[in-house]
């Protein structure tokens, strides 16, 4: 979401569309059209979301997690599916035009200062080895020096990030033992159950298991822990689907990462068109480039604006091999995922 300020996120039909902008004016929101079916993103951020009976039915197979500042409207005497607002924390249900004066008293109260969710960034491979989950990883680790992270590996053609931080012996929870049926799982009781390094809790495939990830579960997952407070990092892989859509939309910006030779960078354009689109993203570049590329050479050709580059770590892969991932204070792997981190506390949105 681009606006600034207070936005009423608005998940109607078209009918309703003028009611709800004189509301917004008369209390200062920016009113925004989303699609109920695809509104995680604009749902996290929005200030105040204005729903009607057919959008809840779409948002219950979407199961959003519940928020403040969420009133159903209705036109006439339609008050279809309003009890399905309940479950998503409906704090109020309107008829409009008529109650019009009621909605926009609601509206002036949502707009007290609330806690925003922790930040959330979406990591994505351009092509095989670019060293997409060595990034995720590292900016989770990075993260950790001031604030509890958690760390979500669901890239399931990957060898693991707790095998690349060295703790795949440790106990607690994976995949397979985490349910997102109901949609709601608790943020510090998720924390303890997960295998730890430090500050930053993993969650990603137990060892041999190809059983495909349940989006509902992911998403659960990942509102546990935004709204308990925790950064998330995300290593998606480079299979579209809805648990892959579900994250990058979550998150607050996509980093493609690649590296720098001719083929990389036609895998990494083909990987952006196919799941991050017009999505805000940057670019890694992994450095070096056989044929002369220069970090800014590729992003152009890939379309996705620069945000750095950095060049290969001389024995990195022996170090994890026999301690895992331990980032060196000025190693060009810290210095980058530095870079996501800045953006990250200063872009979320």
Do not use: N
């Amino acid at each position: 979401m681009s606006v600034m300020g207070d936005v009423l996120l608005v998940l109607t039909d078209s009918d309703l569309h003028a009611d709800l902008a004189r509301c917004a004016a008369a209390t200062g929101y920016t009113l925004v059209v989303g699609d109920p079916s695809s509104c995680r993103h604009d749902w996290l951020r929005a200030t105040a979301v204005a729903v009607d009976g057919p959008a809840l039915e779409l948002l219950a197979g979407v199961r959003p997690p519940r928020r403040p500042g969420l009133v159903v409207v209705g036109a006439g005497d339609d008050r279809r599916g309003w009890q399905a607002g309940m479950s998503l924390g409906a704090q109020g249900g309107f008829i409009l035009p008529a109650e019009e004066s009621a909605l926009v008293g609601a509206l002036s109260e949502f707009r007290r200062p609330a806690r925003r969710p922790a930040g959330a960034v979406a990591i994505v491979g351009g092509h095989g080895g670019a060293g997409a989950s060595t990034l995720a990883a590292a900016v989770a680790l990075t993260a950790s020096a001031s604030d509890d992270v958690l760390l979500i590996d669901a890239d399931q053609s990957g060898s693991g990030v707790d095998l690349l931080l060295g703790v795949e012996d440790e106990a607690g929870l994976r995949w397979p033992e985490v349910t997102g049926e109901t949609g709601v799982i608790s943020g510090p009781a998720l924390r303890a159950a997960l295998p730890r390094t430090g500050r930053v809790s993993i969650i990603g495939p137990a060892r041999d298991d190809v059983t495909p990830l349940r989006p509902d579960t992911v998403l659960a997952v990942v509102d546990a822990g935004r709204t308990s407070g925790d950064v998330v990092v995300a290593d998606v892989g480079r299979e579209p689907g809805p648990s892959a859509s579900g994250l990058i939309d979550t998150a607050d910006f996509v980093v493609l990462v690649t590296t720098a030779s001719v083929h990389a960078v036609a895998s990494a354009r083909r990987t952006a068109a196919r799941m991050i689109g017009d999505r805000d993203s940057v670019l890694v570049v992994r450095g070096p480039s056989p044929g002369g590329l220069r970090a800014r050479d590729v992003a152009d050709a890939v379309g996705v604006p620069l945000l750095g580059g950095y060049r290969p770590e001389r024995a990195l892969a022996k170090r994890c091999e026999a301690s895992g991932l331990r980032l060196r204070r000025r190693g060009p792997l810290t210095s980058a995922a530095r870079d996501v981190c800045s953006r990250l506390r200063g872009g979320a949105r």
